[in-house]
């Protein structure tokens, strides 16, 4: 089957739910002009429900554990993570300090294909999964399974280094430059073209249009929507809620972010790296320094809350499900949170300048540990030392934003911009994600490039106007069924990443490959 061929049978079922909302788009200028905005709400997401609720429903298919309800995508994502740490023999923990080498630029050569430092590839692909999840999503966990589930966490944000250090190193290795300088990589490529090299090639083809369809419209959801409605939600609560001036006016807060995303998505990578690079280090050092105060406040404490932590792993009281009920808190917030077997990262990390696909797979690894295992556990610690797990009624960012406001009374503001500035740099990588996806489909032209880009931004103000929650739980569903094909692949490729370790491994004890810093571009003068 031709890639044409197999997006041309994919695309129109997949995409019916967002072909509406894309349609909304039109409408949205008619509700401008006078007409009722609930309506539309209410008329897509009536069209768009019934598909959500059965794709939705068979992604996050649960089966019922002593009590408990386990999502079988959790079980898919963290299966592949365990045994891709034991294939690698724990490369998770073996290369971490090579990991921070890397991100330093100890080996960076300017001269090597490709568009970004290692650190800037790192820090594109963190913007895309540090967001939300964070601050919300962990929230949630710690109030359904309570403190225990912070340590399943932690072990599965472990584990999910290695998956990521296996797809990021395929996303490099596969990658295609092409004749202006860019990079196309991801599991589109290493699908098609891996399991190609494996006699594979009608079943790689098929699996990437399928990514490629998938990531597309996660990225216009999750990626996008998503992100601005809770971005201008959180903007008009601290603004006055109901009596802030931009209630109601969701379309001026979205047109403005537009602006924004467009001017810095229409730059490619390296515009987008430009910024993430800023962003991130800013947005995730005062998110753990502000966390870190409220712990070292809270220091008589912290014996009572580790305790409660690793107790509660174990032996929680009044969780559903008991150990298990908790265990899965634990593991699905962090399966939810760093994307590790989505494929989406390797997207971003394949435009590295490197020669060596192994080196971003290393860097890679440092992904989960930051997203998961810092953000997420600062998140609830704080929680957790505070007593505000236990607050009736509250969860989400409104139980985070308690838990720091009850030390720091004007956190919540802060957290605010934080929340926005989350979902801008989610906006901007997953723009980024989606095209790529997008100009497999469709081709590397300027058209494709110009028309993918034009949408986003588009259903930036669609998604900050209207509460189109069908069309996000269809998207977000979209987004863990990315994983489907791509964890096929790194099950099918893993002896390649694995042979590639190995050569990389072999020239660093020879000396072949060495530490070096300040290497200057090709045709500068060489210094004395």
């Known amino acids: 089957m031709t890639r044409l061929a197999c997006y041309r049978a994919l695309f129109p079922a997949v995409f019916a739910g967002l072909a509406t909302a894309g349609s909304a788009a039109a409408q949205t200028t008619a509700d401008l002009a006078g007409a009722p905005v609930q309506g539309i709400d209410a008329r897509i997401n009536e069209a768009i429900g019934p598909v959500a609720d059965v794709f939705a429903g068979v992604i996050f298919y649960s089966v019922p554990v002593m009590g408990a309800n386990l999502p079988l995508i959790v079980v898919w994502l963290v299966t592949a993570a365990v045994f891709f740490t034991f294939y ?284 998961t295992v810092i953000v997420c556990t600062v998140t609830a610690l704080v929680i957790v030392i505070t007593g505000t797990y236990g607050t009736p009624d509250t969860d989400g960012v409104s139980l985070t934003s308690q838990a720091f406001g009850s030390t720091i009374s004007w956190f919540p503001y802060v957290l605010a911009v934080a929340v926005i500035l989350f979902a801008f740099s989610t906006m901007i990588s997953w723009s980024y994600y989606g095209l790529k996806s997008w100009t497999y489909l469709f081709g590397e032209t300027r058209a494709a490039d110009v028309s993918f880009k034009l949408l986003f931004c588009v259903f930036v103000v669609i998604g900050s106007s209207l509460q189109l929650g069908a069309v996000v739980d269809f998207s977000d569903a979209m987004i863990f069924a990315m994983s489907l094909p791509n964890l096929i692949g790194l099950y099918l490729l893993a002896p390649v990443v694995r042979r590639e370790l190995a050569a990389y491994r072999a020239k660093l004890r020879s000396g072949e490959i060495r530490a070096h810093q300040h290497v200057p571009p090709a045709g500068a003068p060489a210094r004395r």
């Open 88 to 371: 690698f023999g724990f490369i998770n923990f073996r290369g971490f300090g090579h990991a921070l080498r890397l991100v330093r630029g100890d080996y960076e050569d300017p001269n090597d294909r490709g568009e970004v430092s290692h650190f800037q590839a790192l820090t594109a692909a963190l913007s895309g999964t540090v967001g939300l999840g964070n601050i919300a999503g962990v929230a949630i966990a710690v109030s359904l399974g309570g403190p225990g589930a912070t340590f399943w966490m932690i072990l599965a944000g472990l584990l999910g280094m290695t998956s990521k250090f296996t797809e990021c190193t395929l996303g490099v290795k596969y990658r295609r430059v092409n004749p202006d300088g860019t990079v196309s990589g991801g599991p589109m490529y290493y699908l098609s073209q891996g399991l190609a090299e494996r006699g594979m090639g009608g079943l790689g083809r098929f699996l990437a249009v399928f990514f490629a369809i998938m990531c597309v419209g996660g990225s216009l959801g999750g990626g996008n929507m998503f992100q601005i409605n809770q971005a201008f939600q959180q903007f008009v609560n601290v603004t006055g809620g109901d009596a802030s001036p931009l209630a109601g006016r969701g379309w001026i807060f979205g047109l403005v972010a537009a602006v924004l995303v467009g001017i810095v998505i229409i730059g490619g990578i390296r515009s987008i790296v430009r910024v993430t690079e800023k962003i991130v280090p800013l947005m995730c050092g005062l998110y753990v320094l502000a966390g870190l105060v409220i712990i070292l406040v809270h220091w008589a404490d912290i014996p009572a809350a580790v305790s409660a932590i690793v107790i509660g792993a174990f032996s929680p009281e009044g969780v559903a499900g008991g150990f298990v009920g908790v265990l899965i808190q634990g593991f699905r917030r962090a399966a939810f949170s760093n994307e590790a077997g989505i494929g989406s990262a390797a997207i971003a990390h394949s435009a590295v300048r490197t020669k060596e696909p192994v080196t971003e797979g290393y860097v890679a690894l440092l992904e989960p540990f930051v997203d």
